[in-house]
Structures are given as C-alpha cells and as structure tokens.
C-alpha cells in the first residue's frame, strides 16, 4: 500500500526538497503552511500520487486540533511525520516583540509537540513508522541575540531524542536533523544573511537529501556539513559560557 508522509512547512526551503524526496519515492503527502497558492502549485506538479493540501498558520494555538481533525474527516493514515516549519529572528531578546518570540515558541515547539502527540496513535499503526524533527546546530548551545530561536532548537533535540529511546519497542524511528546555515527564505525572514554564520550556507537539497536518508535508516541524529560537525562537537566539550560566546560571534554581521 502506498505510504503517506506528512510535512509541515512544505511551501518553500528544507520543506519543500523533502516534498520532492518523497514524491519521488512515491509517498502520498499532506502539506501544510500558511501560503495555500504554493502547497496548491505542489498539488499541481504531482498528478500521479495524492496531495492533501492543508494551508494553517501553525502559530494558532488550535492549527493542531484543527489539522488532525481534517485528517480524520479524510481518513489519512501517517507513515512518515516530518516536523519541519519554524523561523528565527535575529536580535537581543528585549529588542524582539514578546508576540513574534511567542508564536516562535508556538511553532517551533509546541505545534511540533501537539503534532506529533496526535499523530503517534497513527504511526504506530503503521509498519515503519517514522518522525523526522528539524532542529539545528543551533540546539547545541546557548544563542545570544537569538536566545529564544536557540532554546526551542534545543528542545526539538532533547524532546526528540528521548521520544527516540521511548519508542524503540514500538519499532518508530525518530530521528532529528540539525542543519547549520543552508539556504532558504530562513535567512531573510531572520534577518541573518549578512551574518558570518551565513556566509557559507549550504544548499537546501543537500541538507534535505541528507535529512531524508538518515531518516529512511532511522538515524537518531544528522547534522550536515563538516564544519557543523566540528562546531556542534567543540559545543559538547567548551564550558556553556565560553559557547554562547562563540555563538555570539558567528551570528554578528560581516
Ligand atoms: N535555513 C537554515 O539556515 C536553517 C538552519 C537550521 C535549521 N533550520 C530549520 O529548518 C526548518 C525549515 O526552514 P527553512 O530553512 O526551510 O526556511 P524557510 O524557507 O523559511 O521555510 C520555512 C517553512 O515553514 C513554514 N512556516 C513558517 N511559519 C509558519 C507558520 N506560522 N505556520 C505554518 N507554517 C509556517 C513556511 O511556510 P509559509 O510561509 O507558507 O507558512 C515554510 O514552508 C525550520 O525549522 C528552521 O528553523 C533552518
């Protein structure tokens, strides 16, 4: 039976190159983001699998409930969960609107959290279930000037890992991709492109592709690029301090 693979933030970066893996592989998808008009496009380009198009703010506390029950409606079954949306915004904590920190957190933690939670009934159904939680290099050290993105990558990684232990004897897989700086809209919509961070940023269908494989072989954790290697390692070892030192120096501009 064909599988179905379920990716938020489908419309455009890391999302949408997951989109292509997995239509190649000849999932049925269910996309979700705020832009209707792309993930309708994604409908369009995919005649030959089934596209679900479900175009939510996920920063809504009730986008959740909202999407599982449209799902229901349809009677979707989920082989593959990829949680990917999120954003970043650059700039000291106090300088950033409370509102636009909280719909960050909304997003990128408790919509992957509420997400997931709905979704596991269904994936346990499922022979291979499989999550994939985007996170980032970002999750290995404190952030300043961009404290709070910093800290719900962190969590993306500890929740992700522990639900990975959890649901070993369940035969689900859950494995958390970090990438460092790869480019998409994220850099303009954080306001980071001038950043040294940014100056080397590695093609979106490269992290994505290494996402999906390390996804497809139930790889706990993946983080692209060898310099992000070497940067996530050095995180482990330096006192936390001296880390978000460095973290403050790589994310100031050129
Ligand atoms: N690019 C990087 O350097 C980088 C590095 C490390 C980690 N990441 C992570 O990678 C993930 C994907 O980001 P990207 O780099 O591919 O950036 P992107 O091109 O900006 O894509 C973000 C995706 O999330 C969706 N999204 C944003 N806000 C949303 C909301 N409120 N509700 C529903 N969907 C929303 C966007 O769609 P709509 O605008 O249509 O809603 C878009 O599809 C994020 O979790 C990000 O934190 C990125």
Redesign the pocket.
């Known amino acids: 039976m064909t599988k179905t693979a379920v990716i938020?933030?489908?419309?455009?970066?890391?999302?949408l190159e997951f989109v292509k893996l997995f239509a190649k592989d000849g999932y049925n998808l269910v996309v979700?983001?705020?832009?209707e008009e792309?993930l309708l496009e994604i409908k369009k380009s995919y005649p030959n699998i089934n596209v679900t198009v479900i175009p939510?703010?996920?920063?809504k506390p009730d986008a959740i409930k909202e999407i599982v029950h449209e799902m229901k409606k349809h009677d979707i079954k989920v082989d593959v969960l990829v949680n990917?949306?999120?954003?970043?915004l650059l700039g000291s904590f106090e300088s950033l609107s409370v509102e636009q920190q909280l719909n960050m957190i909304q997003?990128?933690v408790s919509s992957l959290t509420e997400l997931t939670y709905h979704l596991l009934p269904e994936l346990k159904k499922s022979k291979s279930g499989k999550i994939l939680n985007?996170a980032?290099?970002?999750a290995f050290q404190p952030g300043p000037n961009m404290a709070v993105y910093y800290a719900t990558k962190a969590f993306v990684l500890s929740f992700s890992e522990a639900l990975a232990e959890e649901l070993k004897e369940d035969s689900i897989t859950v494995t958390t991709l970090c990438?460092?700086?790869?480019k998409?809209?994220?850099?303009s919509?954080a306001n980071v492109g001038n950043t040294k961070m940014f100056s080397n940023?590695m093609p979106?269908e490269i992290v994505a592709k290494q996402g999906y494989q390390a996804l497809m072989r139930g790889k706990r954790v993946v983080i692209t690029g060898r310099f992000n290697k070497v940067g996530a390692l050095a995180a482990k070892f330096l006192p936390r301090q001296s880390a978000a030192k460095v973290a403050k120096l790589v994310m100031k501009e050129n």
């Open positions: 938020t933030g489908a419309s455009s970066g890391l999302g979700i983001a705020r832009s792309k939510k703010d996920l920063s990917n949306a999120g954003f970043g997003l990128n985007v980032s290099t970002a990438p460092g700086a790869t998409t809209n994220f850099s919509v940023a979106s």
